[in-house]
Antibody, heavy 120, light 107 residues
Framework: VQLVESGGVVVQPGGSLRVSCAAS????????MHWVRQAPGKGLEWVSL????????DYADSVKGRFTISRDNSKNSLYLQMDSLRTEDTALYHC??????????????WGQGTLVTVSS | DIQMTQSPSSLSASVGDRVTITCRAS??????LAWYQQKPGKVPQLLIY???TLQSGVPSRFSGSGSGTDFTLTISSLQPEDVATYYC?????????FGQGTKVEIK
């Protein structure tokens, strides 16, 4: 299993950015996928999830209405569109795979992350 | 939303010591509780799921217990390679909230 994030850059407050996660080594369209972020020197914060078929999504309150998760199963790819970015969104963004194809399950594989810095 | 509270936030123990970290959920989550280990500069690794089931490849000195609202991660004999921050997470529905973390150091 490999999860490789990309797209992190420095962006101004109020700006937008899309980060991506390329998945390999497993049947991508069987699994719910997640984004988790970690601000510098801080703990883990769950951000969003998307069901195997993209029909179900959910978000942390801190990003609801500003971030949109999506996936393209034909490309084995996960995305996070981030709009109206704030300085407090500065973090390393990891994609993570659910450990089981059905039901509620923890995260058994994590990507190394892509760094998003929101600064003027 | 259900909050997850870990204690202590940090601890220092000697090699060979028994170490216990607790995690409390603000509402019952049955056994939908996972523990992760994050070593410095590394990504989190799943240690335990379903409150007490050891993930494949995890040393047997790690164990978990609890159900409902109160959970415990125990390291039976602390080793130098266990220096890390440990997080609990509830995966019962969304949000999949993490605890604030417990930093474990060697005395």
């Amino acid at each position: 299993v490999q999860l490789v994030e990309s797209g992190g850059v420095v962006v101004q407050p109020g700006g937008s950015l899309r980060v991506s996660c390329a998945a390999s080594g497993f049947t991508f369209d069987d699994y719910t996928m997640h984004w988790v972020r970690q601000a510098p020197g801080k703990g883990l914060e769950w951000v969003s999830l998307i069901s195997w078929d993209g029909a179900g999504t959910d978000y942390a309150d801190s990003v609801k209405g500003r971030f949109t998760i999506s996936r393209d199963n034909s490309k084995n790819s996960l995305y996070l569109q981030m709009d109206s970015l704030r300085t407090e969104d500065t973090a390393l963004y990891h994609c993570a795979k659910s450990s089981a194809p059905t039901g509620w399950s923890p995260f058994d594989y994590w990507g190394q992350g892509t760094l998003v810095t929101v600064s003027s | 939303d259900i909050q997850m509270t870990q204690s202590p936030s940090s601890l220092s123990a000697s090699v060979g010591d028994r170490v216990t970290i607790t995690c409390r959920a603000s509402q019952g989550i049955s056994n939908y509780l996972a523990w992760y280990q994050q070593k410095p500069g590394k990504v989190p690794q799943l240690l335990i799921y379903a409150a007490s089931t050891l993930q494949s490849g995890v040393p047997s000195r790690f164990s978990g217990s609890g159900s409902g609202t109160d959970f415990t991660l125990t390291i039976s004999s602390l080793q130098p390679e266990d220096v890390a921050t440990y997080y609990c997470q509830k995966y019962y529905s969304a949000p999949r909230t993490f605890g604030q973390g417990t930093k474990v150091e060697i005395k």
